[in-house]
């Protein structure tokens, strides 16, 4: 790890509208760091060797960082951290003000696993290149955003440590989930498979079938066949002279298929519970 000396960019006049501006960047062999009131701005710690341990105030026990680990810390929270072990503990580090919340970023602290953190540090390197006396706001905040999408993908390319915080962690994750479901609702009509979910989404097939189980007790296909039916059921109640062919064909799904699995989970074909549901309605049952 190349050592790159703190180099802060203060606010001259506003950030014109950025959502995320660089505060501080840098590499250091990382001293022991107490901070009664906390930052001023959000950080983020990559750790390249060595380890530490962290907590904020009122935590009783340390989480323990080692190698190929990001610690994120929010701003504003009173916290501490050091170096354990005889090796140093190198890192990089870069701080940033705005609204972090798009970005998974919110008032409590995770730890991430990354496959390698080898191309993080070469962001960092390119981010404190243009920051300093050679400060370009609008390229180091463009930057910035490059380095947060490379985070993103290498931290979900593989388990996700993320420190426990009143629930932050399974906010980070069921964000994830709700843009893949709102993707496939997006999509009903098209055939999706696994591979094109997780390619739109951004995630490998392996994390996201992760995140569905976690978050439904189903895989994503599975939710996805759900879904469908479900529209199905919608539509065939609320579009009583469309065909049940043309119902499958809107949901994505193939009509021999589809009426085999509606009755599956029905227990009647598609036919029969239009018939049931219009039955129903003149008889004035909801």
Not at 216 to 240: C, H, I, N
Request: neutral net charge; aromatic residues 12%.
């Amino acid at each position: 790890m190349k050592l790159l000396a703190l180099r802060t960019n203060l606010d001259q006049g506003g950030y014109q509208g950025l959502p995320l501006t660089v505060y501080t960047v840098g590499t250091e062999k990382q001293p022991p760091m107490t901070r009664l009131t906390g930052f001023s701005a959000m950080q983020l710690l990559v750790t390249s060797s060595g380890s530490g341990r962290f907590r904020h105030f009122g935590q009783e026990k340390w989480d323990i960082i080692t190698s190929d680990q990001v610690l994120y810390i929010p701003e504003g929270i009173a916290h501490e951290y050091e170096p354990i072990g005889d090796e140093p503990w190198m890192v990089g580090f870069v701080s940033f003000k705005g609204n972090g919340e798009c970005w998974g970023f919110s008032h409590q602290p995770f730890l991430l696993e990354v496959e390698s953190t080898a191309r993080l540090f070469e962001y960092i390197e390119q981010i404190w290149s243009i920051s300093g006396p050679n400060h370009d706001l609008w390229t180091a905040s463009g930057q910035l955003y490059v380095f947060l999408a490379e985070l993103r993908r290498l931290s979900f390319s593989k388990e996700n440590n993320a420190i426990q915080r009143d629930g932050d962690a399974s906010e980070y994750r069921s964000s994830i989930v709700q843009r893949a479901t709102r993707f496939m609702q997006d999509h009903l009509f098209r055939q999706l498979t696994i591979a094109d979910l997780s390619e739109q989404i951004g995630y490998s097939q392996k994390q996201m079938t992760r995140l569905f189980l976690h978050a439904f007790g189903t895989t994503p296909l599975q939710y996805l066949k759900q879904m469908r039916l479900d529209s199905a059921a919608v539509l065939l109640e609320e579009r009583p002279n469309l065909p049940v062919q043309q119902v499958a064909r809107q949901v994505g799904m193939e009509p021999v298929y589809f009426s085999r699995m509606f009755r599956r989970e029905y227990g009647i074909t598609p036919s029969q519970y239009r018939s049931k549901k219009i039955t129903d309605a003149q008889n004035g049952k909801l």
